[in-house]
């Protein structure tokens, strides 16, 4: 049988859409210094109004790097899933399956209480490629981890 711990990722590792990350935060940068930008060159605006744009690039800027949170770490202890507004601790026993199918935004790990959890931090959405690869170094980190740790039995 051959040895498939040598091609696990070295843990702690961190999955996260390093590309669309980027362009959210440049974006975000770029937005907030627009508008703000905007509303202090305009003539005949009170301090109010000059505020209430800058109020408002901010709050563009907070939602886009909103967006930009999304990942996924993995380490020896379990998976911690932080999506755009909620962060979950999952143990490795607890995660029954990775699914990247064709078509989905992201991964879903299926759940040993039944449910599915969305992991943002893993999306095919500009790179494909490294969204597959990372969905694979995780499906064979969570086949490695739950099988070599047992759930303990529920009282």
Do not use: Y
């Not at 949170?69 to 607890?94: I, Q």
């Not at 694979?136 to 969570?142: E, G, H, I, K, S």
């Amino acid at each position: 049988m051959p040895d498939t711990t040598r091609d696990l990722p070295a843990l702690p590792v961190t999955f996260r859409p390093g590309l669309t990350r980027a362009v959210l935060t440049v974006l975000a940068v770029v937005t907030f210094v627009t508008i703000t930008a905007v509303g202090m060159l305009l003539d005949g605006l009170g301090l109010g109004e000059r505020l209430s744009f800058a109020l408002t690039a901010l709050l563009v800027a907070c939602v886009l790097l909103l967006l930009a949170r999304p990942r996924v770490v993995a380490d020896e202890a379990g998976v911690t899933v932080v999506n755009l507004t909620n962060k979950r601790r999952l143990a490795w026993p607890e995660i029954l399956r990775v699914n990247l199918r064709h078509g989905d935004p992201w991964v879903f790990l299926d759940l040993s209480d039944g449910t599915s959890l969305p992991a943002l931090g893993i999306q095919p959405g500009i790179a494909r490629q490294r969204a597959i690869d990372d969905a694979r170094a995780l499906r064979a980190l969570v086949e490695a981890r739950s099988s070599a740790a047992p759930e303990a039995p529920r009282d």
